[in-house]
């Protein structure tokens, strides 16, 4: 099982987006009797609507292990109203509750998302609107979970012609995974839900009691597909662009994790570097990074990591690769390591890129064929791989990063 992160509650942070859908569109749900939440008002689920959007299904499919999404709206109970949606490379679930917007920066991020959106999805808004609704919060949350998988693909150079089709398939004569997506057999899957009784079911249902209080990663053993699922109530994660934010750290880790498929977790530095770049994309002030240390506003520039880095780096005081590579475990991560291990991707990613695919390929896949690897074997693999791909071991990558940063981040 993997487990996710903890999310501090009560940190005061800027808050965020939101959207309504056509009012006709929503006249016509409204109509539709007691299954009128089903009824999305920007595709009215008719196929044509749907292909265009890229979407596989709405509104029942078969979810993980055998799960269907009605199966899992039992468990959660009546009063629970799941929205449902399957993409390309995901299948999610949301009962979500509307979001008002609340300030400029809201809806600049907002409409930047939506003008992506409407290239799929005609009958969105065009303006960012008063109001987030929770079809409209599907449609976006499967757009950022697409376009984080294309993203952490882009980085890593992984094109889909890398990945078998199916199981026991060999690509180019080499073993990378049980399916197509990132070498995992089924769809890579996310649930987001209002209430935290709701997670809490789930949790003890289907995730035998595993995960943190706010949110769980896992793994669907039997259809190999990751989880990322998560609560809002009561956390800070009910505001849309962190939700976003710890959406995408996330799945940054169930990408590392399920390249090649799942076979071992990586040291985890690696998908912790990932996570933090990928969140900072859509705003470095919202990224949450532990359970002891969130951004409040009496600790305002505690997002502004670059200068922070630089002035470590200057007066000597960082861990070292050495010691990132030999974290095994979110839990041993301090404050100044999240920091670190974002500053070190953030140099392979700007400096090294060609490095990148190479690396991670030669981190992931099958160690010890028959039987779950080693810690020592997994330490071994991954300083074989880092140094064959970027050809420097961990005391020259310490030399040739804390120059870059020198040179590179500002002093404040």
Known sequence: MIRGPRFAAGAAVAALLLVAGPLAAQDKAKESGDAAYRLDPFTQNEPEALAKAGYVAIGEFNFADGLTTTAIEKTLGDGVKLLWVETAHFRIGSSLPAYEVQDQFDKDRLRAE??????????????????????LRLHLIAQRCE???????????????????????????EYRGEGPYLGMGGKFTVLLFDKESSYGRLRERYLAGGGAEYSARHFFVGTGSLLFAAHVQGTNLDQDAVLHCVLLYNLAFNFVDGVKNYTHSTPVWLANGVGHALARRVTPKLNYFTDERAYTEDEKDQWNWPPRVHARVKNEFWPTAERLFALDDLSQLEYADHMMSWSRMDYLMRVKPEGLPAFLEGVKGIITPGRAPTREEIAARHREAFEKSFGMDAEAFDAAWSAWVLATYPKK
Not at 158 to 165: C, G
Request: hydrophobic letters at 40%; aromatic letters at 10%.
């Open 114 to 135: 939506l003008e992506r959106l409407r290239l799929r999805l005609p009958a969105a808004p065009a303006k960012a609107p008063r109001k987030l609704e929770p079809w």
């Open 147 to 173: 376009e984080a998988y294309s993203d952490f693909s882009g980085i890593f150079g992984l094109d889909q012609a890398r990945w078998p089709s199916g199981p026991g398939q060999l690509v180019d004569g």
